[in-house]
């Protein structure tokens, strides 16, 4: 009975200051999406997709999942797979429109799909760029403070998964101490390990410490990423990863990692069309595996420079991309990742601002569901940056606020309140504003806002050097969430254990 | 005949690179616009603005105004005008939904209404922030250095009107130096001075040296900006430059000024319906003065931070009253003002480029038809930033070629390309690549996209570093269009003269 999930959550009834709100009405998306193109143009982009699954087909290169293909009525020679697109569309329309990512505190767990929205940070840096701007290997202390911060943020509403590589543990040590971390520091969703099914088995019972076989089995408690390698490739590792995820009935996000002009057609439409395809056929083999898996669809979106062969982002291409992503997303209705605040640059500088931003606004817009790397991510992904983290945790609640749309009543209207102020007038102590001015604005707190001559006798900071600050103070602030100590000795009990067995040589 | 304009251009047929090129695909929308609402309460939010003007009337503080609306059928008590709703929107309807914006090379001409994008840089700072990040007041040789910048940025097409307030310059004087510096220095259309009707009077006076009589009758050289002092007050130096400017069929900008919870209610809807009502009634009164006079609607959007009364840029409220701005703007069939790269922050750093775009891509999507402050702006406006005007230039790029779409034909699906390369090959070398590479991607020149290690050992610059190395480079290169010599001689002689006869004491 150690086991129940509601145990864990009894002692967290008072909420303190060291700990995000719960509820927050700005995960929903009350406002429109943006349709790029019309219909027909949409069916002629799905038929370009399905094209290449029927004629150019796509490799699964792992025996078993080919011998599901085969079963199914695909075409497999060799690895190739050649998927007739009415089977492809029927084992598509099985996968959930949506699920719910459960949190071990049932109050934060978040649905993935429709209008919901669940915001992940940065995954999968190997260097975090310290608080003095220092550029070094991530660390687990790092990842720790990492998941510390996201608990904090009420922006993000789901922990992460490799939110930085902790270099300084083994790699067939490090996945269970990254799940740990998520649990112990943080009660909000997490995702699982990815690199290899062994590691993703060690996820899973740990899981079943946490929450109980009897809840792990109908509900999905781990979203974890499955990167389709483009063009058209779907590997042995992903592929059995995959597969001990979707046999538990745990999601995946089935993304093809596209490099837009190295690993794609350099034109739009058809680098779309092809990471249609890769992602589809991802999705439709989860359905193999366990029919009605979850599974999110999307991808990861770069543009490669043809002058410096590197990855751009927030470019035109990757905005086209995902408004794409977003619109083919309701037609299959299946839950879309997208977004992040994704840069090339070096630096935490106003470029590192502005592609975040020309990635984040458009995936919002988009409609999208799941957004990873929505904090942190600096230089392409290759360093986790503790000032970026909550300069785009700040941002992203303005496009949430803006998400959730705005009233309409007569109140909202204020009619009344411009007859009193009349023209002329000013509006600041009215008793409309009054009643409003408390809960009107967001201002984010890694923002100035006050006089140039103040902001100057103050030592004229940068937005870098005020957040910098700031995480200081979050992490000497955050209070873990309370963890029944049974299952926390279990837990740590089976990763002593694990880590005994598991040989620690080089990989 | 010295005056006609075709003399002044015929010999600007080479183009060198110290130039921009002067057709751009990318002023044309190609995507669809966002709606944030749908029809039914779009015509509740109208209807609150109908009410606004029937029940609460505005203020129209100028004589012959009054008079005006009196002979029109409005109920005109004191300086406070009721408005039928009747009356107003045929006066409204009398608007054209496009003009063209001439400028005095006729291939930079510009459409301001449905698909077509016109882009101003920053107008109205009493700062300019230099390339060692002093802040200090704007000059003359600053207001020139901006006008060349904007001559050369391809993504500008408007060369502006009150860049910086070159405060060097008195008063009484100024609007004919800066009129003159961007008919000098460029030769993209601009804004005519808007600080009283006599100096209206002077930059039409030079508008008629350089485009002659007749032309400058049936065309609008000039597009200005009037101001609403919200709530609900237009002012007699407002109304009486905007009736020089459309008796002349000349455009006018009628914008509100809002900063929302301070001059308009602190609810978004009632911001935006009040916004509405005064844009409306400044744009009939327009049509009093001239049927079919251009005007643009819009307004200017901050909101003001309850905790230190400041206003803020690129807030979630700004974004939803930007759409709605939008939806009105073809609700009404009028061409639409918006955007911009605004920001409070007082440095050019993460903070000013996240408010920026949080402001200018919403703009985009909205449909905005003429972009003020779209490079330079800083510090609430109050600083113009050279570094920044870079920055903001480039980015406007990615956005110019996200709403320019994409090809959806057989080229740009490739499925020959993918077919060619086949599952886990790549596209760099592949013939349909070699085809497309030049043209395909646009790397921003103040965007850095090699590796770290690169970046490092070549000094480690942010952005701002190198958007400053960049300005004096594209300064030191610039190359002013050609200026026939009589009509210059003839505008030098015309702001001698006048100059002469202007007093210039303290105002």
Chains 1, 2 share one sequence.
Not at 62 to 73: F, H, P, Q, V
Not at 82 to 109: D, H, Q
Not at 289 to 318: C, I, N, Q
């Amino acid at each position: 009975m150690a086991r129940r999930p509601g145990r864990a959550r009894s002692r967290r009834r008072t909420q303190d200051l060291s700990s995000p709100p719960t509820v927050i009405r700005h995960y929903i998306r009350e406002i429109p999406t943006y349709d790029l193109v019309g219909d027909e143009r949409l069916e002629a982009i799905h038929d370009v997709s399905m094209r290449i699954l029927e004629e150019i087909g796509i490799e699964f290169r792992d025996s078993i999942a080919l011998a599901s293909w085969r079963e199914a009525g695909a075409d497999v020679s060799q690895t190739r797979v050649r998927i007739p697109r009415k089977l492809l569309m029927e084992k598509v329309a099985m996968a959930p429109s949506t699920y719910r990512f459960c949190g071990r505190n049932p109050e934060r767990s978040v649905e993935v799909g429709g209008r919901s929205m669940a915001f992940a940070p940065i995954y999968g840096s190997p260097y975090v760029r310290t608080l003095t701007g220092e550029r070094r290997y991530a660390r687990l202390t790092d990842f720790v403070d990492f998941v510390k911060l996201a608990y904090l943020s009420p922006s993000l509403n789901v922990s992460g998964g490799t939110v930085c590589e902790p270099v300084d543990i083994p790699v067939a040590h490090r996945h269970m101490d990254m799940l740990y971390a998520h649990i112990r520091h943080s009660d909000k969703p997490f995702m699982g390990g990815v690199t290899s099914p062994d590691r993703a088995r060690d996820c899973l019972a740990l899981c079943r410490i946490l929450y109980g076989d009897a809840f792990l089995d109908r509900n999905t408690v781990m979203t974890s990423l499955i990167n389709c390698n483009s063009p058209l490739v779907w590997d042995d590792t992903m592929l059995s990863v995959l597969r001990v995820y979707a046999a538990a009935n745990q999601a995946c996000i089935i993304s093809p990692f596209i490099m837009q002009g190295a690993n794609t057609p350099i034109t739009t439409a058809g680098a779309f069309a092809q990471l249609n395809a890769e992602a589809l056929a991802g999705i439709a083999y989860a359905q193999l595996v366990r029919p009605g898996a979850p599974v999110v669809y999307g991808a990861t979106l770069s543009t490669v420079s043809m002058k410096t062969g590197a990855p751009m982002y927030g470019t035109s291409e990757t905005q086209l991309l995902t408004f794409l992503t977003g619109q083919m997303a309701r037609r299959y209705g299946l839950p879309m990742r997208t977004g992040g605040m994704r840069t090339g640059s070096k630096a935490t500088d106003s470029q590192a601002a502005y592609e975040s931003l020309q990635t984040m606004l458009p995936a919002i817009l988009a409609g999208g569901n799941f957004f990873l790397h929505s904090a942190g991510w600096l230089e392409s992904g290759l360093s986790a940056c503790f000032a970026k983290f909550l300069l785009d945790a700040d941002q992203l609640t303005v496009l949430q606020r803006f998400a959730a749309g705005m009233d309409f009543d007569s109140e909202a209207f204020a009619l009344d309140a411009m007859k009193e102020v009349g023209p002329g007038g000013h509006f600041l102590g009215c008793a409309h504003t009054l009643r409003h001015y408390e809960t009107a604005f967001f201002t984010p707190e890694t923002s100035e806002q006050g006089t140039y001559e103040q902001w100057f006798e103050e030592g004229s900071q940068d937005s870098l050097a005020r957040a910098s600050t700031l995480v200081t103070k979050k992490l000497a602030g955050h209070n873990p969430p309370p963890l029944d100590e049974a299952i926390d000795e279990e837990l740590l009990a089976f990763i002593a254990k694990r880590k005994e067995a598991l040989p620690t040589g080089p990989e």
